[in-house]
């Protein structure tokens, strides 16, 4: 079956430390996998995405690889900021099969 | 481009009533989601469509939910007869197909969301 494990929250991080949230997946086939963020009182939007095998997804500084050995495709960000607290959340759709799967997500807090 | 839009944003309801939310996708495309989101389950998928057919309604959790998209741009959940236990945010999403060439990866674009009181 397909399902996506990531960390339990919240994460609580001060300005300007490194993030970094696991998630890992069980899939049949090539999965694409996604990180969507939600702020709060909003929907969820795509933070970025990977479709296959070592692809590496990146945006506003978060980045996160696919890696099919480890099942894993942990998203990390190097300096978080106040603005980047909310829930993130780890996805994965199977190749062709637009069902989504959904982590039970993270929440970050960041500091000043 | 105008994303999901849902309505309403916020409704109060007595239990035993009546609550329709409703849905308008993105334009063009073809699958949609409702969601629903609490501080104790997260976000559990209810039913989606594709062409306007339900796919999977295996995630409605009673008969009192019902779910129709009589026409591509347009898709409501209802409950009826409220309950406490319904109070949640529910969310519409909308996506289009993956295609053959794997540019379009099915990216899901979520509305606001509905956030639903029942006293």
């Known amino acids: 079956g397909n399902s996506v494990t990531q960390m339990e929250g919240p994460v609580t991080l001060s300005e300007e430390a490194f993030l970094t949230i696991n998630c890992t997946y069980t899939a049949t086939g090539y999965p694409s996998l996604f990180w969507y963020v939600q702020y709060p009182g909003e929907g969820l939007q795509l933070l970025l995405k990977a479709t296959k095998a070592d692809d590496k997804g990146s945006n506003k500084g978060f980045e996160a690889t696919y890696r099919k050995e480890t099942t894993s495709f942990h998203l990390e960000k190097g300096s978080v900021q106040v603005s980047d607290s909310a829930v993130y959340f780890c996805a994965l759709t199977p190749y062709y099969f637009n069902k989504f799967y959904f982590g039970s997500g993270t929440k970050l807090n960041v500091k000043p | 481009d105008a994303g999901v839009i849902q309505s309403p944003r916020h409704e109060v309801t007595e239990m035993g009533q009546e609550v329709t939310l409703r849905c308008k996708p993105i334009?063009?495309?073809?699958?949609l989601f409702w969601y629903r989101q609490t501080m104790m389950r997260g976000l559990e998928l209810l039913i989606y469509f594709n062409n306007n057919v339900p796919i999977d309604d295996s995630g409605m959790p009673e008969d009192r939910f019902s779910a129709k998209m009589p026409n591509a741009s347009f898709s409501t959940l209802k409950i009826q007869p409220s309950e406490p236990r319904d109070s949640a945010v529910y969310f519409c999403?909308?996506?289009?197909?993956?295609?053959?060439?794997?540019?379009?990866?099915?990216?899901?674009?979520f509305g606001e969301g509905s956030r639903l009181t029942v006293l």
């Open positions: 334009s063009g495309h073809d699958y």
């Open positions: 999403a909308s996506s289009l197909s993956p295609d053959s060439s794997g540019e379009n990866t099915g990216e899901l674009f």
